[in-house]
């Protein structure tokens, strides 16, 4: 099984930051490094070569009274020439190198500093390497070249090394595996928002619109918390879309269903009328006319539903294709027009008016079929004899139409519901008695198109319908 090596963009992001952190951290201790055995080297170069300057600029009485040199370091070597001439003429000593080749370096050395002193490194036969220095003691007499190990120097140097490599090395051993963890607690946040994500992802948000899950706890700096509290922001906004879109598609759902429902029976009537009356042509034309009345009757039935349906449909997409057409109207003038057509259909419900002149910006074709809705809806499930009022009057910018009625009232039950499309109070909406639960739907899709609002307040003998729309809608 052979062995691969990931790519590093496929690091986690972690491991890439730990390591970025400890290569950035050996070039800093490489170049601390360099810095520091080089300032010590030239440190103890410069202490060395001051050395044997003091040891030669002392060794000038000793050649003035013996001609030689008596007081040098053991483990120094040291060549007196005297100058006769021009010439170098090397004085014997104690502590000259052994090796002849070694001799012939000093004598070269010592040539050079007829001119001015001289230093010089170099490695003896056997003996290693030397720091040598030819200087003139005494004008034109004497010339001393001093040569002075270097072992101890680079022995510092080496254990300087040593010591630097292994401290820098434990240094960037702990950096590193700290930083990770350091990083590794650091992300921890950032790791709870991914699982948080893949948590998100593993759930079936095709027909729900529950996404109640968010990223707890609290640190990892105030980038984090603004990352978090976007990413917690993200999920709820993405919560309301999407139970609004699950509320939205149950809402067509039910709409489908009910329309479907609600179209089927005059459809039926309308297929059992045309087979009456093709059986009525045939055998019994008297009756093709009876016949006839009833298919205009459920084709105007069908009618005026598909015409409500179509306008919720506008009315839901408001926004794309505004169904409005508003100017200055004068509401009383609606109320009133509202008023004489229903005395003329609905004669047997005496109407009280009171509207006050209310002039406002809005539809007034709409504002008209909002007021026939609601006293058609008053006319159809309330007894004959019910007393039905409606009242126009403005108050603090707003104009408010109140539509009551004296009937049974609305069972508190069905109150919360009242708008609901397709929905049918049972003891009263029922389709023998013309309801297709869509005139009050319509009434509060318009209401609310024109920026308004309908409440409904209703008890044994009162029922009152609110309506307060803006006097200026935009």
Same mark, same amino acid.
């Given at each position: ?8 963009? @496929?690091w ?5 930051l ?6 950035l ?9 360099w ?6 080297? @030239?440190?103890?170069?410069?202490r060395?070569?001051?050395q044997?300057?003091?040891?030669q600029?002392?060794?000038?009485k ?7 040199l008596?007081?040098l ?16 003429q090397?004085?014997?000593g ?33 003996e290693?390497k030397?720091?040598?220095?030819a ?7 004497y010339?001393?070249v001093?040569? $002075?190990p270097?072992?101890d ?8 090394v ?5 401290a820098f090395?434990?240094a960037?051993?702990?950096?590193v ?16 928002m991914?699982?948080?994500?893949? @948590? ?10 529950d996404?109640?899950?968010r990223?707890?706890?609290?640190g990892g700096?105030?980038?984090v918390?603004e ?5 917690n ?5 993405i919560?309301?879309s ?15 269903a ?11 009537s309308?297929?059992?009328? $045309?087979?009456?009356?093709?059986y009525?042509?045939?055998n ?13 009757s459920?084709?105007?039935?069908m ?14 997409a408001a ?13 009383s ?5 509202a008023a004489?057509?229903f005395h003329a259909a ?10 006050d ?11 008209r ?8 809806n ?5 007894? $004959? ?16 139409i ?13 109150q ?17 008695r013309?309801?297709?639960g869509?005139?009050? $739907?319509v009434?509060q ?30």
């Amino acid at each position: 099984m052979r062995f691969r090596l990931k790519p590093v963009r @496929d690091w986690r992001l972690g491991t890439r930051l730990a390591l970025g952190l400890g290569a950035l951290a050996l070039t800093v201790f490489v170049i601390v490094g360099w810095v520091m055995v080089t300032s010590m080297k @030239d440190f103890l170069d410069r202490r060395l070569d001051d050395q044997m300057i003091i040891s030669q600029q002392g060794s000038v009485k000793e050649l003035e009274y013996y001609g030689k040199l008596t007081k040098l370091p053991p483990d120094w070597f040291a060549v007196v020439y005297k100058i006769d001439d021009g010439e170098l003429q090397a004085l014997p000593g104690d502590q000259q190198p052994p090796d002849s080749e070694d001799r012939a370096e000093f004598a070269a050395l010592a040539k050079r500093a007829l001119v001015a002193d001289e230093f010089e490194t170099e490695y003896l036969r056997d003996e290693g390497k030397f720091r040598l220095r030819a200087c003139q003691v005494i004008k034109n007499e004497y010339i001393v070249v001093s040569a $002075a190990p270097m072992h101890d120097r680079d022995g510092t140097i080496s254990q300087l090394v040593t010591v630097g490599v292994i401290a820098f090395l434990a240094a960037l051993v702990a950096l590193v595996v700290g930083g990770q963890a350091l990083i590794r607690k650091g992300m921890q946040p950032l790791s709870d928002m991914a699982d948080t994500a893949h @948590d998100i992802s593993s759930h079936d948000l095709t027909d729900s619109g529950d996404l109640k899950m968010r990223v707890d706890g609290r640190g990892g700096g105030v980038e984090v918390e603004e990352l978090r509290e976007a990413f917690n922001n993200m999920l709820a906004h993405i919560d309301s879309s999407l139970a609004a879109r699950t509320a939205a598609e149950q809402r067509l759902r039910r709409f489908i269903a009910d329309a479907s429902h609600e179209l089927r029976t005059p459809l039926t009537s309308l297929r059992g009328y $045309a087979d009456l009356f093709k059986y009525a042509a045939a055998n019994e034309p008297g009756e093709r006319e009876k016949h006839l009345e009833k298919l205009r009757s459920e084709a105007s039935r069908m009618s005026v539903l598909l015409d409500d349906l179509l306008l919720l449909a506008r009315l839901d997409a408001a926004e794309s294709e505004p169904p409005l057409r508003p100017e200055e109207v004068d509401l009383s003038v609606v109320a009133e027009a509202a008023a004489d057509a229903f005395h003329a259909a609905r004669s047997t419900h005496p109407l009280t008016l009171d509207a006050d002149t209310v002039r406002m910006t809005a539809d007034p074709t709409r504002l008209r079929q909002v007021l026939d809705n609601l006293l058609t809806n008053a006319a159809v499930h309330t007894p $004959a004899g019910t007393a039905v009022t409606v009242k126009v009057t403005a108050e603090n910018g707003w104009a408010v139409i109140r539509v009551s009625d004296t009937g049974p009232g609305i069972p508190e039950a069905d109150q919360a519901r009242i708008f609901d499309r397709f929905y049918r109070v049972d003891d009263s909406r029922t389709r023998q008695r013309g309801g297709s639960g869509l005139g009050l $739907a319509v009434v509060q899709s318009l209401v609310e198109a024109h920026g308004g609002t309908i409440e409904l307040a209703s008890r044994p003998g009162s029922t009152v319908f609110t309506i307060r729309l803006p006097r200026h809608a935009a």
